[in-house]
């Protein structure tokens, strides 16, 4: 079994005590919780390469916004409309995404990306564990540990402050 996929099956099993976590975080309100954040996600970074998973880009699509889609075709040196019908699709909320994963630009044999440079905003702050108000986007942090084994580490570390 490939390394992502017993990461990915680890984070699952956690999965029931976070979605106890987040209702313990709502309820509570902490005044600081995006600093412990910032702090646990920058703990768990120190120690992680995510060459050895690439679990995000083997399995969800990023959200591309107008910029993104801008730089990446003049990388291409294609017209915006021929990148958009060659890589990208509308979504039923109207956001472009891959219209199927893995990420076409990954390389599935050590995980690099063929575009990190000029990556979408999405990808660059992937698992956004480390930016502000993340009480706003709790739903998502407890999605993503079902994806990344990093955010799953840090959602334990959270644990630990709020058992």
Known sequence: MRL????????KTKDPSFRKLIQRLVA??????????FQAHTEVFKKTDCLTCGNCCRTT?????????????????????????????????????????????????????GIYDHRPKACREYPHTDR?????????????ALICPAVTQILEKIEQIYP
Request: one cysteine or more.
């Open 132 to 144: 502000k108000n993340i009480m706003g986007i709790l739903g998502l942090t407890s999605k993503n």
């Open 28 to 37: 509570r309100k902490p005044k600081n919780l995006d600093q412990q954040f």
């Open 61 to 113: 699509s990023p959200m591309w916004n107008d910029t993104d889609i801008q730089r990446v075709s003049h990388l291409f040196k294609m017209k915006t409309s021929a990148f958009l019908d060659a890589y990208l699709v509308q979504d039923s909320d109207g956001d472009w995404v891959y219209p199927k994963a893995p990420c076409p630009f990954l390389d599935l044999d050590d995980n690099k990306c």
């Open 4 to 11: 992502a996929a017993v990461l990915a099956s680890m984070a």
